[in-house]
T-cell receptor, first 115, second 112 residues
């Protein structure tokens, strides 16, 4: 079974600086999707960024980018120019291309942004 | 487009009761998934429905059930509530299998 591990329960960053959140996963599949979701206190899970495993190029969405290392099964999220509104729980998630009906989530990393 | 809507937002029940949670997906989305979120277990997959059919089910007891209607709205039912069922229940929809999930705000269930 696929598992997703986020080894950092909490992280903090100074406003305007850069922070990297780690995620590793375990799978025997070759084709899959990876996601980062953000959950602010409002509770709604918001998609931050997605990566298809067959794409070698790292995904980027404005201040958010990923470092996808397929061989190492690593999928870290980099947040540049951190803003107060980035404070939230961040979840890494895995979704199989073969059985894409359930998404596996990591335990989450709580990000604090200091003014 | 309206987002995923979950009702109610908060619910308090006592042990042994049953509860029904509702989820209206984004218009045009035919897949609806349910997740349970707790501080100890994190986000755990409950089940997924597509075109009124349950396609996949997580590792939860039979007290947890769901259904999907022809308009893609979904309900989740938990019978014989236990204290451990206290959690945030999240519903998510997507247009098709490999698309990202779009989540609602969740229903916070407290069992006393």
């Amino acid at each position: 079974a696929q598992t997703v591990t986020q080894s950092q329960p909490e992280m903090s960053v100074q406003e305007a600086e850069t922070v990297t959140l780690s995620c590793t996963y375990d799978t025997s599949e070759s084709d899959y999707y990876l996601f980062w979701y953000k959950q602010p206190p409002s509770r709604q899970m918001i998609l931050v960024i997605r990566q298809e495993a067959y794409k070698q190029q790292n995904a980027t969405e404005n201040r958010f980018s990923v470092n996808f290392q397929k061989a190492a099964k690593s999928f870290s999220l980099k947040i540049s120019d951190s803003q107060l509104g980035d404070a939230a729980m961040y979840f890494c998630a895995y979704r199989s291309s073969y059985n894409n009906n359930d998404m596996r989530f990591g335990a989450g990393t709580r990000l604090t942004v200091k003014p | 487009k309206a987002g995923v809507t979950q009702t109610p937002r908060y619910l308090i029940k006592t042990r042994g009761q049953q509860v029904t949670l509702s989820c209206s997906p984004i218009s045009g989305h035919r897949s609806v998934s349910w997740y349970q979120q707790t501080p100890g277990q994190g986000l755990q997959f409950l089940f997924e429905y597509f075109s009124e059919t349950q396609r996949n089910k997580g590792n939860f007891p039979g007290r947890f059930s769901g259904r999907q209607f022809s308009n893609s709205r979904s309900e989740m039912n938990v019978s014989t509530l236990e204290l451990g069922d206290s959690a945030l229940y999240l519903c998510a929809s997507s247009p098709k299998g490999n698309s990202p999930l779009h989540f609602g705000n969740g229903t916070r269930l407290t069992v006393t």
